[in-house]
């Protein structure tokens, strides 16, 4: 019976991902890219990855899309010169790019068969959390200081000159 | 199949349940804060409608729903629309992961008096609360509207600043309990017979800011304000479109994180048995009432803060003290053990 459930979080996900890229208005395209990231965190959810899910909500859907609403939302949309049209040449150059990876990925669902999960966990939390400290420290830090990095820039940016 | 079946009848009943108590609840709870605001302002409150002033909520329930519906002129239609369903939403799913009792055996059945036993229920709690915030941006966005956007944009700065405060307020008990289920949390605290109160109090205090933070309430309720914003985001709404909201921000969220800190400080159920095979309801339905009782006291006593001082307070005070709480507690639970 899961099949209905991962078809209907499938559809949602598709659905929703294919109304950010052809909406027009900014602001209803940023809800279709909200509900599609609510829409990878149900999948989670019913694929077991509980601590993804959550997190997947709370740093995607809430802390990072919240910032792109406040900046969308503030800016007079009927002010800002608009290009209303298809573009053409875009398209024509990123047809083969889609086409390969389509291939590709075609071919490697056709090969390759579902993935199944191995050693279930049953406390996902403390497994993630001991792996991140011990085998995956390093990456994990410097990844850290990258974000620190783009943050100080970011304020460094904003900042006004006196 | 028939295991499956009988999983999602189970959960449609809860579901069912729990949204009807909820809203019946809520809806009584508008009448409740109107009497005692009226005793606390040596008023008498709603008296005419019924014994009591009783049915108030009903014959309120019925003006609001037979009230003309008034879309603003150049708003945006589907989002003003959908910007309820994003303020209730969440809000309903918050009471999805409240354990309101021990595990009860029927028809043969382990039943768990709860929707979902997640093993991150406190991070769903955290989701959720947060979520909330895009029903309140696109409500003031899609009303067109001056005063409805400042609302709802203090009410983002608001939200975003008090939900890192609430994360590391938390963050403690769940060292404590070493979990992140609510089940588990209050069954770590069952155990030890200790409520976290006594270990976390200054986690307490901050969780009570964040919770009226959240939910709007004084002395964090900026985004209504109104004297300066007659009652902004949702001042361009009519009828039962209007009631969602403070239906939404006032009284499922207030309920809700009652009941969310009375799992996390007070112990959820436990307590002594004294009213029979009922006694766990009965003191997890008491304990977050009094919370309850105490928010919507505070709203009638204080005075409301300024706008710039809210988030500074976050920033500068609670986070700092939040972060000095979590180092202490973790150092205090690796050196004496959880």
């Known amino acids: 019976m899961e099949w209905i459930i991962l078809g209907v979080l499938g559809f949602w996900l598709v659905a929703s991902a294919l109304g950010a890229v052809f909406v027009r208005n900014p602001v209803h395209s940023i809800l279709f890219f909200l509900s599609s990231v609510i829409a990878i965190s149900a999948l989670f959810l019913s694929l077991g990855a509980e601590l993804l899910a959550g997190l997947q909500l709370i740093i995607y859907a809430v802390a990072i899309v919240v910032f792109y609403v406040l900046v969308i939302t503030t800016i007079p949309w009927e002010k800002v010169k608009r290009f209303e049209g298809i573009y053409k040449r875009e398209l024509a150059l990123s047809l083969p790019v889609l086409l390969v990876s389509l291939l590709a990925m075609g071919y490697m669902v056709y ?9 279930l966990v049953k406390d996902n939390v403390r497994d993630l959390g001991k792996t991140l400290f011990t085998s995956y420290l390093f990456p994990f830090e410097v990844a850290s200081v990258i974000l620190l990095v783009a943050m100080i820039g970011a304020i460094l940016l904003g900042r006004k000159e006196e | 199949m028939a295991e499956f079946g009988i999983a999602l009848i189970a959960t449609l009943v ?4 729990l949204v009807g108590v909820v809203l019946g609840v809520s809806a ?5 804060e109107r009497k005692l605001a009226g005793h606390i302002q040596a008023r008498l409150g709603p008296n005419v409608v019924g014994p009591f002033g009783l049915l108030q909520p009903l014959a309120d329930a019925i003006k609001l729903a037979t009230k003309e519906s008034i879309v603003p002129k150049g708003a945006d239609v589907p989002v003003f629309y959908l910007a309820i369903a994003m303020a209730l939403v969440p809000s309903l799913l918050l009471f999805s992961v409240i354990p309101f009792g021990p595990e009860f055996t029927l028809f043969g059945k ?38 409805a956007f400042i609302g709802s944009l203090r009410k983002a700065s608001v939200i975003i600043a008090y939900e890192v405060v609430l994360g590391f307020a938390v963050l403690g008990v769940i060292l404590l309990a070493g979990t992140m289920s609510t089940v588990g949390i209050v069954e770590a605290q069952a155990k030890s017979g200790i409520w976290y109160i006594l270990y976390q109090p200054v986690a307490f205090v901050l969780f009570l800011f964040c919770m009226l933070a959240e939910s709007g309430r004084v002395p964090f309720d900026i985004q209504e304000a109104e004297a300066e914003l007659v009652t902004g985001y949702n001042v361009e709404y009519g009828g039962m479109k209007f009631g969602a909201f403070p239906l939404a921000e006032w009284y499922l969220n207030v309920i809700a994180l009652s009941a969310i800190a009375v799992i996390l400080f007070f112990g959820g159920w436990s307590g002594p048995g004294i009213f029979g095979a009922l006694s766990p309801y009965v003191w997890f339905l008491v304990k977050t009432f009094s919370l309850v009782f105490f928010v919507i006291w505070l709203h009638w006593t204080l005075p409301r803060f300024q706008a710039k001082d809210i988030t500074e307070i976050a920033w500068k005070i609670m ?9 202490i507690t973790a150092v205090a639970v690796y050196f004496l053990g959880g």
């Open chain 2, 110 to 147: 382990e039943v768990k008096p709860l929707i979902s036993d997640v093993n991150i229920g406190i991070l769903i709690v955290f989701a959720m609360g947060s979520l909330a915030v895009y029903g309140t941006i696109f409500s003031g966005w899609a009303s067109n509207s001056k005063y």
């Open chain 1, 111 to 119: 090969k390759g068969g579902l993935a199944e999960p191995v050693n």
């Open chain 2, 28 to 32: 009584y709870l508008t009448w409740f």
């Open chain 2, 14 to 17: 809860k579901v069912g349940v």
């Open chain 2, 319 to 327: 986070l700092p003290l939040a972060l000095a709480n979590l180092i």
